[in-house]
């Protein structure tokens, strides 16, 4: 995962996605849009 995105997982089936760039009203960029496919591709696996 990168800096920019974090994934909390819940005690259920549960997941929080959070978008990190406050700086940029968290504009997506390649670095963002990369680690969202991430972090969705790794919970859809789980």
Do not use: K, Q, Y
């Not at 819940?10 to 991430?38: C, F, K, S, W, Y």
């Amino acid at each position: 995962m990168t800096d920019s995105v974090r994934v909390e997982r819940g005690d259920d089936a549960t997941a929080v996605v959070t978008l990190n760039r406050p700086e940029v009203r968290n504009a997506i960029d390649a670095e963002l849009l990369h680690g969202l496919r991430t972090a969705l591709r790794e919970l859809d696996e789980d």
